[in-house]
């Protein structure tokens, strides 16, 4: 023991020797948002504050917020440690934003099978924007990526074509046409081909010792993960209706308690999610509106003309909520979302309008109106006052129609003072 002891105290004293180099890789398999930014800068920090030999950031995102592609895209440029880019595992994507982070990065790498690129979805749901501001948003893009690739020396005029053109390439020719360094099997064989590479910042070098690093992985935490799950347009829009339906029905049932904390809850997480995105204030007081509607229809009697317009509105605000700043931008309602959602909610709606129509045709069956009308039988003679039994209740009773034999069947006519007004039966 002691000998081990004497060992590693030699050992640790030799000049030269040191611990072997940690590398850090963080996987990010998401849309870009709030999130996944806030993640990247922090996973920077502590690699920076844990002294790690780099950063491997291990991507497969379709895209996501311009906005929020600019906050990861100035953390890389800003990074004070390297930062690798690792368009991984095989048949993974940086389409859109990831183009954007990829580009970013001190060292761009590229799993064989992987394709990057700008997406380029147009507006929402497929329809085209307004040629002007698409323009606008493409211009500034395209200045934004050439910038980009100019910091890192890359193939600027690819950079802008992937904003432009929309053009996608696999591994093997972003390796060729100089817009990625590595292409790499795995995270072992990225690691062995960025040994001895030479990272330039600014006023100093950066010598890479990544063979035989030790590996930490990270994830994203719990707290990122919910707050990923909201930046979800989908999620937030179905977090909003519910939101809705708990507060209404709270206000219609007084002291239910568990629909209005519900509902309070859902709409506190709904307005979150709308805060990290793009949402038109239109689509949201359409969608208001539209539930509104369907609630007047309980109380007016429109022929379904409330329901209709409801529908509609709902429809249309759904379809508007998300407007996003670029046509760049990966975020959209989904239709397999906004059409459930609506159909569910008109239905519902419409089974409460149904019913509400239906109590409101039907004749009272408790109280002074639902005894008018109702059949019974003398217990006693009335001449004309005597006894009566109706809904298996005996009341005092006067005969409106002469003089009723007890047993005869009586039907009342109306109440006066606790006592009912009876006539003969005929039917």
Same mark, same amino acid.
Request: proline residues 4%; charged residues 15%.
């Given at each position: ?15 030269? &020797? ?6 850090? &890789? =963080? ?8 999130? +996944? ?6 996973? +920077?920090?502590?690699?920076? %504050? ?12 379709? @895209? ?12 890389? *440029? ?14 993974? $994507? ?22 990057? @690129?700008?997406?380029?979805?147009? @507006?929402? $749901? ?5 040629? &002007? ?22 193939? !600027? ?21 100089? +817009? ?45 993960? #919910? ?10 829009? /179905?977090?909003?209706? *519910?939101?809705?339906?708990? =507060?209404?029905? %709270? ?32 689509? =949201? ?9 369907? *609630?007047? %229809? /309980?109380? #007016? ?6 329901? !209709? ?21 990966? &975020? ?6 906004? #059409? ?35 059949? @019974? ?12 039994? +109706? ?12 003089? #009723? ?23």
């Amino acid at each position: 023991m002691k000998r081990i002891l004497l060992l590693s105290l030699l050992v640790l004293a030799v000049p030269g &020797v040191s611990a072997a180099p940690v590398v850090r &890789v =963080l996987t990010i398999d998401a849309t870009v948002n709030p999130a +996944v930014a806030d993640v990247i800068a922090s996973s +920077v920090a502590r690699a920076r %504050e844990a002294g790690a030999e780099c950063l491997v950031i291990r991507l497969n995102t379709p @895209g996501g917020l311009l906005k929020s592609t600019r906050v990861i895209v100035t953390a890389l *440029l800003e990074a004070d440690v390297p930062v690798v880019v690792y368009v991984s595992p095989q048949g993974a $994507q940086a389409a859109s934003a990831g183009t954007f982070i990829t580009l970013a990065a001190h060292v761009a790498a590229m799993a064989p099978g992987t394709n990057i @690129g700008a997406a380029h979805p147009v @507006g929402m $749901q497929g329809a085209q924007p307004d040629s &002007v501001m698409a323009e606008k948003a493409t211009n500034d893009a395209a200045a934004f990526i050439r910038a980009i690739s100019a910091k890192r020396h890359r193939n !600027v005029r690819w950079a802008e074509e992937a904003v432009r053109r929309s053009v996608s390439i696999t591994a093997e020719e972003a390796l060729r046409d100089s +817009v990625v360094d590595v292409v790499a099997a795995d995270v072992q064989d990225l690691l062995a081909q960025l040994d001895g590479r030479v990272i330039l910042f600014d006023g100093r070098a950066d010598t890479l010792r990544t063979a035989g690093a030790a590996v930490v992985e990270e994830e994203m935490d719990w707290r990122h993960r #919910i707050l990923d799950a909201l930046s979800d347009p989908n999620v937030a829009y /179905i977090l909003f209706l *519910l939101g809705l339906y708990g =507060l209404l029905f %709270e206000l219609y049932n007084p002291g239910a308690v568990v629909p209005g904390v519900v509902g309070a809850i859902c709409i506190i997480l709904a307005f979150y999610a709308f805060h990290t995105l793009p949402v038109n204030y239109a689509g =949201l007081a359409l969608i208001i509106v539209g539930v509104i509607l369907f *609630l007047l %229809e /309980i109380k #007016i009697t429109s022929y379904g003309l409330l329901t !209709v317009g409801g529908l509609v509105a709902l429809f249309l605000g759904s379809i508007m909520l998300i407007d996003s700043d670029s046509s760049l931008e990966f &975020v959209r309602l989904s239709w397999s979302v906004i #059409i459930p959602a609506v159909l569910t909610t008109a239905l519902f709606f419409l089974f409460a309008v149904g019913m509400g129509i239906r109590a409101q045709r039907r004749k009272p069956v408790t109280g002074i109106e639902g005894m008018i009308g109702a059949a @019974g039988e003398a217990l006693s003679e009335l001449a004309p006052r005597g006894a009566v039994r +109706v809904h298996g209740e005996i009341w005092t009773a006067e005969s409106a129609s002469g003089v #009723i034999a007890s047993g005869e069947r009586v039907r009342v006519t109306r109440m006066e003072n606790l006592t009912l007004i009876v006539t003969h039966d005929n039917h």
